[in-house]
């Protein structure tokens, strides 16, 4: 355990928890055709959560198994070609950014929002988007990830040359190189691994901790950036083939996506002092 203590200075970036975006996506080995996107599209009617529709179009980005940066569903990267088409479904901010999205592709179904309040409510509202769209797509691909990423954010009240971002961090972290105790300024840690869960599934654990600065209310800030990407992904090179039956393959989904966000827990307890993840309610 940590003796260090919390720093007052710092303050999660909700008074319930810290929470800044979460995404998650389930990735197919193959594309879906017109026909069953507009099946999709259908079957998913016209969520009254998610009031704005929008056809996409555009240039599309690659899908990695082994890429950190596949956070959200529409990975940031390199443009691979004419993008395919697919939906999105949105809920806006009254300063027009958008809070919540749901993005129908024909490789992908992947939602994001900015708008957490615990997880409880994020599975049941995702729950009714997978009810009706998986069916559609695993009568025709197998499942090639189940993605689930968080980006959490710790906000100083004074600049950052005055902010001890260390006071809220656990000495011994394996996510943390010692020497960001002793850093007198902006650092940056990045740790990725695969690991081999089973016989069937390869796991991918990133984790970027990094101590920025930003302009916030009009004044520059320090920030401890905490993001978490966490990726189950099917049929690997010298694993067994797991095939999802249609019929349980969103049961299995579920299940995933709850293990992750166990794991998406455990990470940050082992990143953040006890009091830390006692004021963002890791126990809970």
């Known amino acids: 355990m940590s003796t260090n203590g919390t720093n007052s200075s710092f303050e999660p970036l909700h008074k319930a928890h810290s929470i800044e975006q979460v995404s998650l996506a389930v990735v197919f080995a193959n594309e879906i055709g ?15 959560e998610l009031p ?8 599309s980005f690659a899908f990695s198994a082994g890429t950190a940066a596949s956070a ?29 999205q749901l993005q129908v592709q024909k ?3 992947a939602f994001i929002t900015s708008s957490y309040t615990r997880w409880t409510d994020l599975s049941a509202q995702t729950r009714k988007y997978i009810d009706a769209l998986l069916p559609i797509y695993a009568a025709g691909s ?22 001890t971002p260390a006071r809220i961090l656990r000495e011994g972290s394996r996510y943390l190189a010692p020497t960001v105790f002793r850093a007198q300024n902006l650092w940056h840690c990045h740790t990725g ?6 016989e069937t599934v390869k796991r991918l654990r990133n984790v970027q901790v990094e101590f920025v600065s930003e302009t916030r209310d009009e004044q520059e800030r320090g920030v401890l950036a905490i993001r978490t990407t966490l990726a189950d992904m099917y049929n690997q090179p010298d694993y ?3 095939l999802f039956k249609p019929e349980s393959a969103a049961q299995r989904v579920y299940e ?22 006692r004021r963002i309610a890791l126990e809970a």
Request: net charge negative; charged share 25%; glycine share 8%.
């Open 34 to 48: 017109d026909e069953e996107l507009k099946a999709a599209r259908k079957a998913l009617g016209k969520p009254d």
């Open 52 to 59: 704005g529709h929008s056809e996409m179009r555009g240039m």
């Open 72 to 100: 959200g569903a529409q990975v940031s990267g390199p443009a691979v070609g004419p993008a395919p088409s697919g939906y999105l479904f949105t809920r806006m901010r009254p300063d027009g950014t958008v809070e919540s």
């Open 107 to 109: 490789l992908a179904i």
């Open 142 to 163: 197998e499942i090639a990830q189940v993605q689930l990423a968080y980006s959490d954010k710790f906000l100083s009240a004074s600049a950052p040359q005055s902010s």
């Open 193 to 198: 691994t695969f690991e081999r869960v089973s």
């Open 240 to 242: 067994k083939q797991s």
């Open 256 to 277: 995933t996506l709850q293990e992750l966000h166990t794991i998406d827990k455990e990470i940050l307890r082992d990143i953040l002092t006890d009091e830390m993840a």
